[in-house]
C-alpha cells in the first residue's frame, strides 16, 4: 500500500507538533471560558469543546507509553520495560516543573495565596481529584494530569496482565483493550454508588477516560502486528486507519457530535451520565482518528514537523501547566475584566506571555532534569561494567 505502514521507529516527529496542536487547544477553550465566548452562537460549543485535545493528549501517552509492551505481545526478542526505570522517568518528566507552577500559583497569585495546607498537599502530590475542593484557582486544568499520572501507575500493571497473550494469542490484546474501554463507558454510573465524600468529582478519575487513552494504545498494537508481520499493512484495517480523508471525516463527525448536547454542555455546566459516556466515547474515537494516519502512514508531514510547531511540542508541556495561572493573571494586570468578552485579545496575551514562560521551562528546568536522570543512569551502567563479578 503507497504511503501507508508502520515503520519501526522511536520518535515520530509529527507527534511533537501534535503535541503542541493539543496544547494550544486546551489553553484556547479556557480562554473562550474565561472571555465568556462558549456564548456564541455555533462557535462558542466549537470553542468549548476543545477540551477534548485532552483526549488527544491521553491517546498520545497511551500510544507512546504502551509501545514495548505491545512489542512484546509481537516480538520473542523484545521484553517490557523496566519499571522502576520507567517510573523515575515519568517522575522527572512530570513533577519538577509541574510543582514550581503549583508552588508559584499557591504564592504569588492572589486568587489562591490563603489555599489550606490540604490544597497544598493535594496539588504537589497530583491527588486533587480524590481530595474535595481542591483544584486551586490557576491549577484547575491539572485534574487532567492527575488522571494521566494515575494512568502512568496502572499502565505497567496492565502491560504485565497481559503479558501471556503473545505470539498467536496477541491477536486478542486489541479486543480486550476495546472491551475494557467499553465497559469504563459504565463508570458515570458506577460511580454514582460509590461513597464518595462531597466534593469529591469521580468521574474525573482515570477509569472513566480510558477510552480517551484507549485509541492510543489499540495504535501501538497495530504498529507492533504490522512491524513483525502479524498483521499485513494491506489489510482493510491499515487501510481505513491511513487514509487521510476518511479519518479527517471521523474526526470532524464526532467533533460536530460532541459540540451538541448529546455530549453535555460546554463549560463547568454539569452533564448527566449519558452525556458523559458520549464524550468520552466520542472523545476517544476522534482521537484515534487523529493519530492513525500519523503513526501508521510514512509521509512528511510538513506543518507537524516544522521548526516552530517542533519547538511548540518541546515546550507543550510548560503551556499545558502555565496556561491557566497566565490567563488568570491576564485581567488584573491588563484592567480587563473576565468574562466580558475580547476573546482574541486574551487569547493573544495569553499565548505572547505563555510560550516564553514554557520555552523557559523546558530549557532550564525539564531538560536539566531529564539530562541529569540520564548522566546518572549512564554513569551506573558505567560502575556496573567495571565492578568485578562476583
Given at each position: ?11 515520530y ?11 494550544l ?13 462558549l456564548d456564541?452562537?455555533v462557535?462558542g460549543?466549537?470553542?468549548?469543546r ?9 491517546a ?5 507509553l504502551w ?18 526505570r520507567y517510573?523515575?522517568?515519568?517522575f522527572?518528566?512530570i513533577w ?21 495546607l ?5 496539588n ?6 480524590f481530595?474535595?475542593?481542591t483544584l ?8 487532567s494530569?492527575?488522571?494521566?499520572v ?5 499502565l ?12 498467536r494469542?496477541?491477536r486478542?490484546r486489541v479486543?480486550?483493550?476495546?472491551g475494557?474501554s ?9 460511580v454514582?454508588?460509590?461513597p464518595?465524600?462531597?466534593?469529591v468529582e ?13 485509541g ?19 489489510s ?6 491511513s ?13 460536530c457530535l ?13 452533564m ?6 458520549a ?12 493519530l492513525?494516519?500519523l503513526?501508521?502512514r ?9 521548526p516552530?510547531?517542533?519547538?511548540l511540542?518541546r ?7 502555565w496556561?491557566?495561572?497566565v490567563?488568570?493573571?491576564?485581567f ?10 475580547r476573546f ?10 505563555t510560550?516564553?514562560v514554557?520555552a ?10 531529564r539530562?541529569?536522570?540520564?548522566r ?6 558505567a560502575?556496573a561494567?567495571?565492578s568485578?563479578?562476583?
Amino acid at each position: 500500500m503507497t504511503g501507508a505502514q508502520a515503520p519501526a521507529r522511536r520518535f515520530y516527529p509529527q507527534l511533537e507538533g501534535m503535541r503542541a496542536v493539543a496544547a494550544l487547544g486546551v489553553l484556547t477553550t479556557h480562554v473562550a471560558f474565561q472571555t465568556a465566548s462558549l456564548d456564541w452562537p455555533v462557535i462558542g460549543p466549537l470553542l468549548g469543546r476543545l477540551d477534548l485535545a485532552v483526549a488527544l493528549f491521553f491517546a498520545l501517552s497511551g500510544f507512546l507509553l504502551w509501545r514495548p509492551y505491545a512489542s512484546a505481545a509481537h516480538d520473542a526478542d523484545a521484553s517490557p520495560p523496566d519499571v522502576t526505570r520507567y517510573l523515575k522517568h515519568r517522575f522527572v518528566r512530570i513533577w519538577p516543573a509541574y510543582a514550581v507552577v503549583v508552588i508559584v500559583v499557591l504564592l504569588l497569585l492572589p486568587q489562591a495565596r490563603d489555599s489550606s495546607l490540604t490544597v497544598w498537599l493535594a496539588n504537589l502530590t497530583l491527588t486533587q481529584v480524590f481530595v474535595p475542593l481542591t483544584l486551586a484557582p490557576g491549577l484547575t486544568q491539572m485534574w487532567s494530569l492527575s488522571v494521566e499520572v494515575a494512568f502512568y501507575l496502572l499502565l505497567p500493571i496492565a502491560g504485565y496482565a497481559i503479558v501471556a497473550l503473545r505470539g498467536r494469542r496477541a491477536r486478542y490484546r486489541v479486543p480486550l483493550i476495546l472491551g475494557i474501554s467499553a465497559v469504563s463507558l459504565t463508570w458515570a454510573w458506577a460511580v454514582n454508588v460509590l461513597p464518595l465524600a462531597d466534593g469529591v468529582e469521580g468521574k474525573n478519575w482515570v477509569f472513566g477516560h480510558l477510552p480517551w487513552f484507549a485509541g492510543g494504545l489499540v495504535l501501538a498494537e497495530i504498529v507492533a502486528a504490522v512491524r513483525t508481520g502479524a498483521v499485513s499493512a494491506d489489510s482493510r484495517l491499515i487501510r481505513w486507519s491511513s487514509n487521510r480523508p476518511a479519518m479527517l471525516g471521523i474526526v470532524v463527525i464526532a467533533y460536530c457530535l460532541a459540540s451538541t448536547p448529546l455530549a453535555g454542555p460546554v463549560g463547568l455546566a454539569p452533564m448527566n451520565d449519558p452525556q458523559y459516556a458520549a464524550k468520552m466515547l466520542l472523545g476517544g474515537i476522534a482521537a484515534y482518528a487523529v493519530l492513525a494516519p500519523l503513526v501508521l502512514r510514512d509521509d512528511r508531514f510538513r506543518f507537524l514537523e516544522s521548526p516552530v510547531m517542533a519547538a511548540l511540542g518541546r515546550w507543550s508541556y510548560g503551556i499545558f501547566i502555565w496556561h491557566v495561572a497566565v490567563l488568570t493573571s491576564m485581567f488584573g494586570l491588563f484592567g480587563i475584566p473576565a468574562f466580558a468578552g475580547r476573546f482574541v485579545a486574551i487569547w493573544l496575551l495569553t499565548v505572547v506571555i505563555t510560550v516564553p514562560v514554557s520555552a523557559a521551562s523546558y530549557i532550564f528546568l525539564e531538560e536539566p532534569c531529564r539530562r541529569a536522570l540520564s548522566r546518572r543512569e549512564k554513569r551506573r551502567r558505567a560502575e556496573a561494567e567495571l565492578s568485578p563479578a562476583e
